[in-house]
């Protein structure tokens, strides 16, 4: 499968933006068989999870970003979302999705779970 993150941009403290993560999936695989998530890497750092959707829609979120990000997902049109509201200058990361079939729940927030890895987009959170 490979995955497109689009929709990073430059955004004042406290504004909005959402993410896309498009995916072009084998005819013979269904998207909604997909783990999907989103990490982060802000410079200097560790990338880290930022949340995930499993295939039953079920959201997960990091404690830094909870009941201000939203995850969804549209599987009739293989793409996850991260609606990203509140944002704060912490949040300014290169933001990747991620995704795969066989990730169990303890391990939605290790980077190694995953085996199809986007490129990843810039958010800059600043005024």
């Known amino acids: 499968v490979q995955l497109q993150a689009s929709g990073g941009g430059l955004v004042q403290p406290g504004g909005s933006l959402r993410l896309s993560c498009a995916a072009s999936?084998?005819?013979?695989?269904?998207?909604?068989?997909?783990?999907m998530s989103w990490f982060r890497q802000a410079p200097g750092k560790e990338r880290e999870f930022v949340s995930a959707?499993?295939?039953?829609?079920?959201?997960f979120y990091a404690d830094s970003v909870k009941g201000r990000f939203t995850i969804s997902r549209d599987n009739a049109k293989n793409t996850v979302y991260l609606q990203m509201s509140s944002l704060k200058p912490e949040d300014t990361a290169v933001y990747y999705c991620?995704?795969?079939?066989?990730?169990?729940?303890?391990?939605?927030?290790?980077?190694?779970?995953?085996?199809?890895w986007g490129h990843g987009t810039l958010v800059t959170v600043s005024s």
């Open positions: 959707i499993n295939r039953g829609s079920s959201p």
């Open positions: 991620a995704g795969d079939q066989q990730v169990i729940l303890s391990a939605y927030g290790r980077p190694d779970s995953y085996g199809y």
């Open positions: 999936v084998a005819s013979d695989v269904s998207f909604r068989r997909y783990v």
